[in-house]
């Protein structure tokens, strides 16, 4: 059975889409980057809001700013349902979660006062500046690390399995060496003693007071310094393999999908495989 919401988009819901969802025109950029603002604006009004100095002087008119904030925002979601072909699909998405999220305390807050500061939520929606900006180059790059540690997955695990034969071999060793008179009560303990010096934060909470106990502590820390860089080689190995494999994306959005990062020459969408509208950029 065909729904409405199967149907392609037209008229007023077509052009909302294309200024809603994407950033590759004059009107899409400009509304990006007045939504950023606003947002931006919010969430200073919400951290002046949580000054005592600041909420008695101004409480009121911070109140005011924003249950406007609010209602705009409220708008812009519904908007975001009505445009697009299969609303519960965006609204299950990451961004369509933030943007729920962005609303939500504020009605909460009717109920549980406290909830109003979760309003700073919003600030995560200025993860769109990556394609409000046209920072093409950018984007480029977070698809490259992300398909750069999509690939290097099993390396990693197999690396951090090891790690963690050594934390626990170590842990072992100390709690034998130091004992619970020094702080080492149980191997769990020992544990995260030795996570925290190979990794080298070494918070202090637990020392090793031995000779032989400092001896292994000076061992791990010299390990942990090796550790650290193997991931980054590779991960930057994988990423110097891909590089100039891809194709550099745009801020256009499959209908069906909501799918981001197609390139300009793209007919189908490279999650779904529908078809792509033209592509218009001015």
């Not at 992300?146 to 963690?164: D, E, M, N, P, T």
């Not at 000076?218 to 090796?226: D, E, F, I, Q």
């Not at 891809?246 to 390139?263: I, M, Q, V």
């Amino acid at each position: 059975m065909v729904t409405d919401l199967d149907k392609p988009l037209s008229g007023w819901r077509l052009r909302a889409y294309t200024i809603i969802f994407e950033a590759d025109t004059r009107a899409g950029r400009w509304f990006d980057q007045a939504l950023i603002a606003a947002i931006l604006v919010s969430v200073t009004v919400v951290v002046l809001d949580s000054v005592p100095a600041m909420n008695q002087r101004y409480g009121s008119v911070f109140d005011v700013l924003e249950w406007c904030f609010t209602l705009g925002f409220t708008i812009e979601y519904l908007l975001r349902l009505a445009c697009v072909r299969r609303p519960v699909a965006y609204a299950t998405s990451f961004f369509g979660v933030i943007d729920l999220l962005a609303v939500l305390p504020s009605y909460l807050a009717l109920i549980a006062p406290e909830a109003h500061f979760f309003i700073d939520v919003r600030v995560l929606r200025l993860l769109r500046v990556f394609r409000v900006f046209k920072l093409t180059g950018y984007v480029s790059e977070y698809t490259a690390l992300g398909q750069a540690l999509k690939a290097s997955r099993r390396k990693i695990l197999i690396f951090l399995s090891f790690v963690l034969m050594v934390v626990l071999i170590m842990a072992t060793v100390m709690y034998v060496v130091e004992g619970p008179d020094n702080g080492f009560t149980s191997i769990p303990t020992a544990m995260y003693w030795a996570i925290t010096t190979m990794t080298t934060v070494g918070f202090g909470d637990i020392t090793p007071h031995t000779d032989l106990g400092r001896l292994i502590s000076a061992m791990m820390m010299l390990l942990g310094w090796g550790i650290l860089a193997v991931p980054t080689g590779i991960v930057t190995a994988e990423m110097t393999a891909q590089r100039g494999m891809a194709a550099r994306p745009t801020t256009r959005t499959c209908h069906h999908c909501l799918t981001e990062g197609h390139g300009a020459h793209a007919d189908y969408c490279w999650h779904c495989g529908s078809a792509l509208p033209a592509y218009h950029r001015d």
